[in-house]
Structures are given as C-alpha cells and as structure tokens.
C-alpha cells in the first residue's frame, strides 16, 4: 500500500497513542523512507504558491530548500535569544497567506525543547489565526530527535495540543538507522477533514515517487517501535563538553535533547572560527548554515576518547584568538 504496510502503521500508532495519549488509527500514519521526503510530501500536500510558511530559524538547514523547491514561499522567524520560542516574532511574522509553521521539536541544531506551554502559546496564536483567516494553519513538527532527550524537561509535541499538526520522524537518529531510510508521518487524530488530509497525503508519496521505505524496514517497524536509546552515555558526554567548554569561557545554548551543542562564536564570522578548529583537527558546523550566524554546532557523536581529544582545541583556539582580535578587528 502506498501509505506502507498495515502491521506497521498499526504499530506506530500504538506507540503513539500510549506516548501521547491520543486515538490513532493506522490510517493516521504514513510510512516514508525517513524524515526527508516526508518532509517533502507534507510540504506538497499541505501548501501552494499562494501559501506562505513561517521557518523558525535556527532550523534545519533543507527546511527552506525543500518548501522553495514546490514554489512555497517562506518566511523565518528567529527564535529568542535564549532559542526559545519567540511568540511575539511569530505573531508579527503571520499574515493572511500564512498557512503553516515549520519547526523542530526538539530543536536542531540547539537541542531546546520547547516547553509545554510555549507550545500551547503557539497553538492559541495559530488557532486565533484560523479564526480570522477562515483556513487552516498547521504546524508541522520535526520530532526525529524526541527520543534523544538526556535532560530532565519533558517532551511535548504540538500533536499534544493544536488539532493541525502533523509530526515527521525518523527511526535514523534515536536507533543509528539513517542509511536503512525509514521513518513516518503522523497526522493528528482530530485534525479538522482528517480524511481529506490522509488520502492528498498518500497520493503525494505516489506522486513524488521516492518516499516510500523497503519492504524489510517496513517489516522490521513492529520490534523498532519498541527500541529505546541509551541516552545515559549521552547525558554523560553532555555534562562533560559542556562543562568543559562553560570553563574555557564559551557561551552555550541550554539545550536538553539530541547529540549536539550550540555554541556561541567567539568570533561574528563562524565560518572562520570553523577553519580555525578545523585545522587543528576539529570539526563543528557553522551556524550560518541553519539560517542563524554566529554560533557552531558540535555534535557528541565520535567516541569520548576523540571528545576528550578535541576539547583542548577549543581552549588553545579560545587564547589564540584573544591574542589576534587587535588584529582581526584592523582586518
């Protein structure tokens, strides 16, 4: 079936009605190989041209590519300073073409996750919004990283509060997975014409033509939805770069989920404070590329002897460009 198997949506929505408390039925979930094109799929089946899409930025650095390549216009929206939900921003950033609001829960690249009731902030604003503009505005949830969560704040998904939400997520990141491509779509139960939405979702995983997972990861879904990550070892790198990097002086994003770190460019260029880590062997993500400059992101991924390893380099690079910022400010 195009929406993928039956035993493995009726899985998936097992899992999601014991995680989330909500009736899913297996029609409600659509199969895709991986966050990805499901991305791409709700995109076209949500929006047009005449649709615009607030991108809250930092955010994935395809959000924008994805919506631009279907002539969907798009708007970003930065979040607050802290990387918080910023409602005010939203609030001046929604006009009447505004149709969807696309972020990730938790964030990548911060590792924020948004509060319960920020999410419900977001959820009266839209709902106020649907009122005035007589259509409906969803929101559209990246949740691959929602069973990476080490801190103690709990997750809350928009499907938990706003009846159009639509949450796309990816067994890659929690289970070491991304080249198997599987991953799923899953439409809220009390989704206003919910059928509608199923069926225009279903014909775009055919119309697209590559959105649809194998056979045997299909198969495999029943014992994945069971699987749980060790985030232990994770919390554990956390506590020990962060801490390291709080005492060499470097100003940290408070994120509690995912692999990563956000960190605040000693330098405005973060492309050039990448170089610099680079050539000393140690390599981070510019946050340029996630629509918001001046910070890098580093992920916890490689093994803790190579963190432990890399840590000094952020110390040495820290003291060196203290001792070249007369000269950087000349340049």
């Known amino acids: 079936p195009t929406g993928g198997r039956t035993p493995a949506r009726r899985a998936v929505a097992a899992r999601l009605t014991q995680q989330f408390g909500l009736p ?25 041209a005449a649709d615009e899409v607030i991108v809250l930025t930092p955010g994935w650095q395809d959000y924008p590519l994805y919506l631009r ?22 609030q001046r950033a929604i006009g009447p073409a505004t149709r969807g609001v696309l972020l990730s829960q938790p964030c990548c690249p911060t590792g924020v996750i948004y509060s319960r009731g920020e999410i419900e902030g977001l959820a009266a604003m839209l709902s106020d919004t649907e009122a005035r503009v007589g259509a409906p505005v969803y929101i559209v949830s990246d949740e ?14 928009p499907l938990q509060s706003y009846p159009c939400s639509v949450s ?4 890659g990141k929690s289970l070491a997975l991304q080249g198997q491509r599987i991953g799923y779509i899953a439409m809220s139960p009390s989704m206003p014409h919910l059928d509608e ?4 979702i279903e014909r775009c995983v055919r119309v697209m033509g590559f959105g649809n997972p194998t056979s045997i990861m299909q198969r495999a879904v ?9 985030v ?36 405005e260029d973060d492309f050039l404070f990448a170089e610099l880590l680079a050539s000393q062997g ?3 993500v510019p946050s340029t590329l996630y629509h918001d400059p001046g910070h890098v992101r580093l992920s916890l991924t490689a093994r803790s002897s190579a963190i432990a390893a890399a840590l000094p380099v952020f110390a040495a690079g820290l003291d060196e460009l203290q001792h070249a910022q007369p000269c950087l400010n000349r340049c």
């Open 144 to 157: 691959v990283h929602r069973d990476m969560v080490w801190g103690d704040r709990p997750f809350h998904s």
């Open 69 to 90: 390549n279907l002539n969907i216009p798009v708007r970003f929206v930065p979040l607050g300073r802290d990387k918080r939900l910023d409602l005010d921003a939203i």
């Open 282 to 284: 140690v390599l981070v």
């Open 232 to 267: 232990a070892a994770l919390a554990q790198k956390q506590a020990v770069v962060r801490r390291a990097l709080a005492s060499y002086g470097y100003e940290l994003c408070e994120g509690e989920a995912t692999f990563y770190v956000y960190v605040k460019s000693p330098i």
């Open 24 to 48: 899913f039925d297996s029609r409600d979930i659509v199969l895709t190989s991986g966050a990805m094109p499901a991305l791409n799929i709700v995109a076209r089946a949500l929006f047009g």
């Open 222 to 230: 029943g014992e994945l939805v069971e699987c749980r990550p060790a």
């Open 168 to 171: 796309i997520y990816s067994f």
């Open 197 to 200: 939405v199923r069926t225009t």
